[in-house]
């Protein structure tokens, strides 16, 4: 019986990924003495680096591409860069071609505005015009409102609404992503590249038809300054950093803890109740990093909760789609044909393959939303270890693929082993029409990992929504779940809540200062505020 179990905290925290490995080190750095639950032996969540085909080749089951980490708030605060090394690739994005050509999107502005101008001068035109505000915009706007609690809407587009940079931005977020990336360019490639650095990891069409986008997605796109960044080694060393961080804070870490319930005493939230039948006591708050069903309706209760927020919860929505992925260890690279027109794309974080019109992508979209396997193979991909060579043995290469996949597409009838197997083969033959060294000799083992797998592992997943929560307009900035709850003392601090799902910690970092400041803490740092943020903004202007 551990003896962790056996005393009261001032707070709990339950869900050990990082957005509870977070708003632990904030608190605990405070003088609170934290409690940080699992359910799994492991922590770290979707920061998951494992051993899956063979030994010392390290694959990214989960979180891959990392935007901006180093740059983040709690990235500093926590001084993480003493604990964790981030690789920023100078060439983000690439996408090869079936006749040879290939589109690379970088770090440098010049350098991409060539590789455009080779597809579309105006398109090069256009991009440089719209780069020079979406940088400005990103710093003064995207990523302090990232950081912060939104402000209410109103208040929000006044403020915005005061300046041109903020009138440009506002415009460009009640617009459909899709509908604008087809109005400002012509060339399809750099369309269809710029819709892949738009969506979520390549979550392409599904996210950017689905409506507006508050949070401002088309230009962070236009800004090469910011950027995915690769964790060395694997994404679990910075779950491994966050957790020394801690430790070393005076938190305290317990593995494999199973929770019947959420214990309401009084209308506040007081600790956890285990299936064994003890209870772990906090005399301060319990913050949940779970979905919103499992935390309210599987650990609370409906009958502890009131109408409105019942019928709040009843509205949240999941993305609707999956993912497949297919992780390689390789003995060579995959070495694009694509190469001998710009060789920088060997070296390029991330590859989108196989859809070389929008009517590709149109007809892989039509397939995932209506619950069928794509019958045309898109995806995106990378070279992992020609960026970061830690992550396979002294000489070899990993490589995965990520394919946007119904939770449960109709297989028609067969099992699912064996759809899992032929989607593969599926992949590789894509692949090799890219890259012609894709061959079974090559590969020295793969490993399949589907919705299915991982919503088994992270129940949280639910439909396996990676994210936890659609990123649409009614559930993101002003509208997102919130981070209090009726119950006093109960905090949401995961992906549910501004700024949602993926690896931000933004949720984690903007849940401590409003805990902090709720329980009358010194905070020792200075949170990011989006009112003083939009306020320079409109100062500036004036």
């Known amino acids: ?32 003495d934290v409690l940080l639950v699992d359910r799994r032996l492991q922590y770290g969540g979707g920061l998951s680096t494992e051993e899956v085909t063979a030994p010392g080749f390290y694959h990214n089951l989960h979180s891959i591409n990392h935007f901006h980490i180093t740059e983040t708030p709690w990235f500093k605060d926590l001084n993480l860069a003493e604990r964790v090394t981030y690789i920023t690739p100078r060439y983000e994005l690439g996408q090869p071609h079936l006749d040879g050509s290939a ?46 609690e939104p402000l209410p809407q109103a208040e929000r587009e006044a403020l915005l609404s005061r300046s041109a940079m903020g009138r440009d931005f506002l415009a460009i977020t009640k617009r459909q992503p899709f509908d604008v990336v087809q109005e400002l360019f012509e060339n399809e490639h750099v369309q269809l590249l710029f819709l892949f650095k738009v969506s979520l990891f390549g979550t392409w069409l599904v996210d950017t038809m689905s409506g507006t986008s508050p949070m401002g997605s088309v230009i962070r796109a236009f800004d090469l300054e910011s950027g995915y960044q690769l964790c060395q080694g694997g994404s679990f060393n910075l779950a491994r ?137 898109q995806f995106g991909c990378g070279p992992l270890s020609a960026i970061d060579p830690t992550q396979a043995p002294p000489g070899k290469h990993t490589q995965y693929a990520w394919h946007v996949m119904p939770y449960d597409p109709d297989i028609g009838g067969k099992d699912y082993a064996t759809f899992k197997e032929e989607f593969a083969e599926k992949i590789i033959e894509v692949f090799a029409r890219y890259a012609p060294n894709m061959t079974r000799k090559n590969i020295i083992g793969q490993y399949v990992y589907t919705g299915r797998e991982y919503v088994a592992e992270f129940p949280q997943m639910r439909g396996g929504d990676i994210f936890m929560g659609a990123f649409n307009a009614e559930q993101v900035m002003y509208n997102h779940f919130g981070y209090r709850t009726p119950i006093s003392g109960l905090y949401v601090a995961g992906s549910a809540v501004h700024p949602g799902g993926a690896i931000s910690g933004g949720s984690g970092y903007i849940s401590a200062g409003i805990i902090a400041r709720e329980l009358g803490l010194k905070l020792w740092w200075q949170p990011w505020d989006a009112r003083e943020a939009l306020s320079k903004v409109s100062t500036a202007a004036a």
Request: include cysteine; aromatic fraction near 8%; proline fraction near 3%.
């Open 241 to 377: 950093g966050l957790m020394e961080t801690f430790i070393a804070a005076g938190g305290r870490y317990q593995p494999q803890v199973s929770i019947q319930k959420i214990l309401i005493e009084g209308g506040k939230a007081s600790g956890i109740v285990l299936h064994d039948g003890r209870t772990v006591r906090a005399r301060q708050f319990v913050a949940s990093t779970l979905d919103v069903h499992q935390t309210f309706e599987t650990l609370i209760g409906r009958e502890q909760l009131p109408a409105a927020f019942l019928n709040k919860l009843d509205g949240f929505q999941y993305t609707k789609w999956s993912l497949y992925g297919l992780h390689l260890a390789m003995h060579e690279p995959a070495q694009l044909r694509s190469a001998a027109f710009d060789p920088n794309i060997q070296r390029t974080l991330k590859w989108s393959l196989g859809a070389e019109t929008m009517e590709d992508l149109m007809a892989a979209h039509k397939d995932v939303v209506a619950g069928k396997v794509p019958s045309l193979v």
């Open 103 to 148: 589109l690379v999107f970088g770090r440098d502005l010049e350098e991409t505005l060539a590789n455009v101008a080779r597809f579309s001068k105006k398109d090069a035109q256009t991009f440089r015009e719209w780069n020079r505000r979406a940088e400005e915009i990103t710093r003064s706007i995207f990523l302090p409102e990232r950081y912060s």
């Open 1 to 32: 019986m551990s003896a962790a179990l056996e005393k009261t905290y001032d707070g709990i925290i339950v869900g050990a990924g990082h957005h509870g490995l977070v708003l632990g080190s904030y608190l605990a750095r405070c003088g609170l």
